[in-house]
C-alpha cells in the first residue's frame, strides 16, 4: 500500500503565493505519475497538475505559467508551487499517484491524499 501525507494549504489573498508539498511512502515501483488534483464547491475534480518520474510535466489550461510541478524522487515528494493565485483557484487539493497494478482490473491503482483546503480571497 501507498501512503501520501499533504502539506502547505492555507489561506491568502489574490496575487500571492502557496506551496503544497506530498511526502510518498509505502509500496511505490519507480515508475508512476504523480499529480495534484482539486474540487471546488459545486464542481467535479480536476487535474491540476502531473509529474511522471521520468520527469514529463502537463498542466491544466487555467493555471499555465501560473503553477509549477515538481519531483524529488530521492525524497519521495511532490511539490505545487502556486504563484499568482486567483479566487477561482479556491478549492481543495489533493496528492494523487498511480502506477500499474496487476491486481486492479485496468492494471493501474490510484492513491489519494487526505486533501488540503487552498483559500484565495479578493
Known amino acids: 500500500q501507498v501512503q501520501l501525507v499533504e502539506s502547505g494549504g492555507g489561506l491568502v489573498q489574490a496575487g500571492g503565493s502557496l506551496r503544497l508539498s506530498c511526502a510518498a511512502s509505502?509500496?511505490?515501483?519507480?515508475?508512476?505519475?504523480m499529480g495534484w488534483y482539486r474540487q471546488a464547491p459545486g464542481k467535479q475534480r480536476e487535474l491540476v497538475a502531473a509529474a511522471t518520474s521520468g520527469g514529463s510535466t502537463n498542466y491544466a489550461d487555467s493555471v499555465k505559467g501560473r503553477f509549477t510541478i515538481s519531483r524529488d524522487n530521492a525524497k519521495k515528494m511532490v511539490y505545487l508551487q502556486m504563484n499568482s493565485l486567483k479566487p477561482e483557484d479556491t478549492a481543495v487539493y489533493y496528492c494523487?499517484?498511480?502506477?500499474?497494478?496487476?491486481?486492479?482490473?485496468?492494471?493501474?491503482?490510484?492513491?489519494w491524499g487526505q486533501g488540503t483546503q487552498v483559500t484565495v480571497s479578493s
Open positions: 509505502g509500496s511505490i515501483i519507480s515508475i508512476n505519475t
Open positions: 494523487n499517484l498511480n502506477q500499474i497494478a496487476v491486481w486492479t482490473r485496468s492494471g493501474f491503482a490510484d492513491y
